[in-house]
């Protein structure tokens, strides 16, 4: 047995009656094929069902299985209290998931349970399945802030673990889309969002899984979208199967896209191994951009790989522009995997006698002592791309008037604390913006008084 059959449904509590109190009669499309989506794994008769959401325990370097023998649920939180479920877990499949996770090298397993409960991102799908079905018994995996590429792998160790355990699973990927459809919606409008949803719902009629993971950071920022790397652990958990797409609907009635969608399972196709097309896709960008790469981001790429393979900082290389060798300058390096960051260290004013010297430093702590990432290992320095900034004598500012997010990065003080955010970054589009995220990177709270000073960089990529 394996994986029978892959869902792709949203999670609005207001399309259960008893928290939409009729205002769900105007999303009926969606829940017409909701009832067709539940009628359909019924139909699997499936031993477990395995739901992704993004709305259980979430960290950033770490997928939560939900322990234990179950969970309850209930939709208290939108005046429906009586609307409530029980699911029992399949213990042994959790446990052979968080194995072959280890196994794999990803961070996953069932620490860190914070709040038991089923979330409604879980709820909402058993809310409809339960109508039709019962006889299963389910596992609860979270999100993460990994790479898309631990997504889908995670979804290869879901089917791997089916496999073994001879399961007849059905996935149930859920997810919203973009919160941006509507001036009137959670989030509001956003052009963004109308694309990011006509993009996604193209990728998943086609069952282009590729397509997904090829999403940008600042596409998926923009749309403020919740469901993408539910979807794409599906993904994972179809490689080398050959699939055929049935869409059955979308809505963005409320302002957030609602897409259902089933994956029919037909055969094999081993050329449908998309984390292995993305990472070459993605390998053969960074090799393209180390051809045009200039001093600066060469020393930085050369610095970080070095130390991983010597365990020793690199010696300054001869015939470096004079400019890095006779000049003093704070330096940040900016490390980037699959075009999403992969560390970030700088100095803000020089502790080494040249740029030269703040480049390999930096690089290296980049690399390795971020502490928001894991440390780079070497397996990975085929994929990664680097850029350097050069930071310009800081100067105070008086006023917001005088800063600029695109020419002007800020450093922001209260006390001893400081923080410090480079200018034209993706996702700071404003400069309160820019100032708030300065001030949380630096433990400053809104209550205390601060000062600014603003920089200039030359970046180079």
Do not use: W
Request: aromatic share 8%.
């Amino acid at each position: 047995m394996s994986v029978a059959g892959a869902f792709v449904v949203p999670h609005p509590p207001i399309i259960i009656p008893e928290v939409g109190k009729g205002e769900e009669e105007k999303v009926k499309k969606t829940i017409e094929s909701y009832h067709e989506i539940a009628r359909r794994i019924a139909a699997l008769k499936p031993d477990t069902i395995v739901v992704t959401t993004p709305h259980s325990i979430m960290y950033s370097d770490y997928f939560h299985i939900s322990p234990g023998t179950g969970a309850s649920g209930n939709f208290g939180r939108f005046g429906a209290k009586k609307v409530a479920f029980r699911a029992e877990y399949d213990e042994e499949f959790v446990n052979e998931l968080e194995n072959r996770a280890i196994k794999e090298g990803l961070q996953a397993g069932t620490l860190g349970e914070r709040n038991p409960e089923l979330d409604h991102g879980t709820c909402v799908p058993l809310y409809f399945i339960n109508q039709y079905y019962s006889d299963y018994r389910l596992v609860r995996i979270g999100l993460s802030g990994l790479s898309f590429t631990d997504h889908y792998r995670l979804g290869k160790c879901i089917a791997a673990c089916a496999d073994k355990l001879g399961r007849k699973v059905a996935f149930v990927a859920s997810g919203d889309l973009s919160h941006k459809l509507k001036e009137d919606g959670p989030y509001g409008f956003a052009e963004e969002g109308v694309r990011f949803d006509e993009k996604l719902i193209q990728a998943l009629k086609e069952a282009d899984f590729l397509a997904l993971m090829e999403f940008s950071p600042d596409e998926c920022e923009a749309a403020a979208e919740c469901g993408l790397r539910s979807f794409i652990i599906m993904a994972g958990a179809l490689d080398k199967k050959k699939v055929s797409a049935d869409f059955l609907s979308y809505e963005g009635t409320f302002g957030v896209g609602y897409a259902l969608c089933e994956f029919k399972i037909t055969g094999v196709d081993e050329k449908r191994a998309f984390d292995e097309i993305f990472s070459s896709k993605q390998k053969a960008l960074a090799r393209e951009r180390q051809k045009n790469e200039d001093a600066y981001v060469h020393l930085a790429r050369l610095s970080l790989e070095h130390y991983l393979k010597t365990g020793k900082y690199l010696k300054v290389p001869d015939g470096l522009p004079e400019e890095m060798s006779a000049r003093k300058a704070g330096v940040f390096v900016s490390i980037k995997k699959h075009g999403r960051l992969r560390g970030c260290i700088g100095t803000i004013s020089p502790v080494t006698k040249n740029i030269a010297n703040e480049i390999i430093r930096n690089a290296v702590s980049a690399g390795l002592e971020d502490p928001r990432f894991p440390p780079v290992k070497e397996e990975e320095l085929d994929e990664l791309v680097y850029s350097v900034d050069v930071l310009g004598e800081p100067e105070p500012v008086a006023d917001y008037s005088e800063l600029d997010v695109k020419r002007y990065g800020v450093i922001v003080s209260s006390g001893r604390k400081r923080g410090l955010l480079l200018p034209d970054l993706e996702g700071v589009d404003t400069v309160e913006k820019q100032i708030e995220i300065a001030k949380k990177k630096a433990g400053i709270y809104n209550n205390e008084k601060i000062s600014i000073q603003r920089f200039e960089v030359v970046r180079h990529l």
